[in-house]
């Protein structure tokens, strides 16, 4: 099996700035890429970053230049680096991992989520 394991979310004013964690365990071959992914109430969730094994990054347009996401060097972990936040980031954030199993399968693995709140 598979576990992902979010932390970090939290309320914070806007302006500020919170950073989430993401570890990954279990029964892991290899992983593609690690990302972040998040749900407003109502809407449809929506990916924010993703880093793939070669440390290439992408963003979500709304992010871009407020949003850091990287590898820890703790094997098998990724951060989200959240700045100049604003109250439409509010959302449940998911971890996302492409990985392949021991078994040689590949899985899209997900976390729980963290919320994140940002009041005006």
């Known amino acids: 099996q598979v576990q992902l394991v979010e932390s970090g979310g939290g309320l914070v004013q806007a302006g500020g700035s919170l950073r989430l964690s993401c570890a990954v365990s279990?029964?892991?071959?290899?992983?593609?890429?690690m990302g972040w992914y998040r749900q407003a109430p109502g809407k449809q969730r929506e990916l924010v970053a993703v880093?793939?094994?070669?440390?290439?990054?992408n963003y979500a347009a709304s992010v871009k230049g407020r949003f850091t996401i990287s590898r820890g060097d703790v094997k098998n972990t990724v951060y989200l680096q959240m700045s100049s936040l604003k109250p439409e980031d509010t959302a449940v954030y998911f971890c996302?991992?492409?990985?392949?199993?021991?078994?040689?399968?590949?899985?899209?693995?997900w976390g729980p989520g963290t919320q994140v709140t940002v009041s005006s």
């Open positions: 880093i793939d094994s070669g440390g290439n990054t």
């Open positions: 996302n991992a492409d990985l392949y199993n021991y078994y040689g399968s590949r899985r899209d693995a």
């Open positions: 279990g029964s892991i071959s290899s992983i593609n890429s």
